[in-house]
């Protein structure tokens, strides 16, 4: 057959299965691939001693004591994972969250043991009230007529004591979580002033007020007791470009590493995000909702775990995310193990 110069060839010339037949030939070709240290593992601690207590709505997941937590982190630290998140569970919650910016706090006290107990592992800590407030919202509540509302500029004090609360007591980076305008230029001259300008900081750029967060509510203690998140948080609705400004904002401000969050049903965003910002290292949280789910119908044989899991998290990153947190971490290192 002659094909005139210049010509589109199709079958049977071109036959794109030769790339795909045996095993090696596919990992040859293969453009994406998870790695151990492009993973975080977001981890729940709380006060008292002897606890591991499982999540209900996220199977194989728990709340843990500092006693049981070194023992998590001892096994976790040979793993090659990219880093845990840190969320706490305060003994007390009150108005403005004041464990979260006491040295004596529970996130505190977990980052001074990891970085003792596991000195090669990357500390992160999530920055937000939510958990810490006994109103569950993400700052200082302000009356406004018939609706509460949170507070922007008075929380933003509150934020930036708990980064440098975090960072003084050894965490390697601080990810702001709470969605108030202005939060990272409000931790950054916090952690500036307090001599910690070395310390990174990851802000959870756009971030939606998405169903999916259902069961981490329960794994961290933080659902709102009146009203939602909807006012802070972005709505799924809102135009893609909303989340661009979001975090061209956030990168004015001083924010090292951006994140959208959640991951499944934001593909577009985190491909958005990666094609505007090419520079800027970018995460995607794979968030509890989206674990719970796949958890109950692998628990009901409607879906095979492993494979279900490997597919979603390599979607995750062919969208653009160079760092995923996934309450699958542990598992997928061993998992990817020849």
């Not at 095993?23 to 601690?45: D, E, I, T």
């Not at 209900?56 to 845990?84: K, N, T």
């Not at 961290?220 to 007791?225: K, N, R, T, V």
């Not at 989206?290 to 597919?311: H, P």
């Given at each position: ?63 843990w ?51 003792r ?81 070395d ?14 967060y ?28 909303q ?16 994140m ?24 995607a ?10 958890k109950?119908?692998a ?13 979603m ?19 997928v290192?061993?998992w990817?193990?020849?």
């Amino acid at each position: 057959m002659t094909v005139p110069s210049g010509a589109a060839v199709g079958f049977p010339i071109t036959r794109l299965r030769r790339l795909r037949y045996l095993p090696a030939m596919r990992g040859l070709v293969r453009a994406v691939h998870l790695q151990p240290q492009s993973l975080v593992y977001p981890l729940f601690v709380r006060h008292g001693r002897g606890i591991k207590q499982e999540i209900a709505s996220m199977p194989g997941q728990f709340q843990w004591s500092l006693d049981r937590l070194e023992e998590e982190l001892a096994g976790l630290a040979g793993l090659g994972l990219g880093g845990v998140m840190l969320f706490g569970i305060p003994a007390t919650k009150d108005a403005t969250g004041s464990e979260a910016y006491d040295e004596e706090g529970i996130v505190a006290q977990a980052v001074r043991l990891a970085r003792r107990v596991a000195p090669e592992l990357l500390v992160i800590t999530d920055v937000c009230c939510c958990e810490y407030t006994d109103h569950g919202h993400c700052g200082i509540l302000a009356e406004r007529g018939d609706r509460c509302d949170v507070d922007n500029d008075a929380t933003l004090e509150l934020l930036a004591r708990q980064a440098v609360c975090h960072a003084r007591a050894g965490a390697h980076m601080v990810a702001p979580s709470g969605m108030m305008d202005g939060m990272v230029a409000a931790i950054r001259r916090g952690l500036d002033a307090a001599g910690l300008s070395d310390v990174p900081i990851m802000s959870y750029a756009a971030k939606y007020a998405s169903a999916f967060y259902g069961p981490f509510r329960e794994a961290a203690e933080s659902a709102p007791q009146r009203g939602d998140r909807r006012g802070y948080q972005m709505d799924p609705a809102a135009p893609a470009g909303q989340a661009l400004r979001e975090v061209e904002l956030d990168l004015a401000e001083g924010a090292d590493l951006v994140m959208v969050k959640p991951a499944l049903a934001y593909l577009d965003i985190i491909r958005l995000v990666a094609e505007r910002f090419p520079g800027v290292p970018l995460a995607a949280y794979n968030v509890s909702g989206e674990y719970s789910m796949v958890k109950g119908a692998a628990a009901r044989g409607w879906l095979d775990e492993r494979s279900v899991v490997l597919e979603m998290l390599t979607g995750i990153v062919r969208a653009g995310a160079q760092i995923v947190l996934t309450y699958w971490a542990k598992q997928v290192v061993h998992w990817l193990q020849p």
